[in-house]
């Protein structure tokens, strides 16, 4: 099994591993590539779930703003942002916010204005046209069908001298890619 890799586009990917897990009650098969070129590891384009059950996957993550751990999670995305922004009335963009607004809550407990945006649960275009002083995108870059189209999207989204602050996790043989 091989496919162009969905980053690069400039090599085959070839099967890193194969994984068969249990998806809403069914034994479903993942086959999940690696670029030799960039060294992206991603899922099989033709396997990708439909629209209707990746919502429903994301939406039954267990993420509370009233959990001090994933408010800390969270906030080590804007630390970084925070020390570097010259105005106190700089305004960002949440990327893939996901279908509760935690980081825009904690960002305006700082007095912070931040908009929102994901693809199933905040999909208003109204932002599309304007661009941030920075960018927060918390384990939504691992989930990007198109990364090289994502990542151009995002720079259209930032002012000159703005911030991208990117969470997501760089592969190490602990992660399990059943889960």
């Given at each position: 099994m091989s496919s162009i890799c969905i980053l690069c586009s400039q090599t085959?990917?070839?099967?890193?591993?194969?994984?068969i897990a249990k998806h809403f009650g069914e034994q479903k098969e993942w086959h999940y590539l690696i670029c030799a070129n960039?060294?992206?590891i991603f899922l099989e384009p033709s396997e990708r779930l439909e629209n209707k059950e990746e919502k429903l996957r994301?939406?039954?993550?267990?993420?509370s703003r009233e959990d001090p751990g994933y408010?800390?999670?969270?906030?080590?995305?804007?630390?970084?942002?925070?020390?570097?922004?010259e105005s106190s009335e700089?305004?960002?963009?949440?990327?893939?916010?996901?279908?509760?607004p935690t980081m825009q809550q904690l960002l305006a407990e700082k007095g912070v204005s931040l908009q929102i945006w994901d693809p199933f649960f905040a999909n208003a275009p109204s932002f599309h046209n304007k661009s941030f002083d920075f960018v927060l995108c918390n384990e939504v870059a691992e989930h990007?069908?198109?990364?090289?189209?994502?990542?151009?999207?995002l720079d259209q989204f930032l002012k000159t001298r703005a911030y991208l602050s990117l969470g997501t996790r760089f592969y190490d043989s602990s992660i399990e890619f059943a889960s």
């Open positions: 085959k990917a070839n099967l890193f591993q194969k994984v960039c060294e992206l994301y939406s039954q993550h267990q993420n408010r800390r999670h969270l906030l080590r995305l804007w630390h970084p942002v925070e020390s570097r922004l700089s305004i960002g963009l949440d990327y893939g916010s996901g279908p509760e990007f069908y198109d990364p090289y189209k994502e990542f151009l999207q």
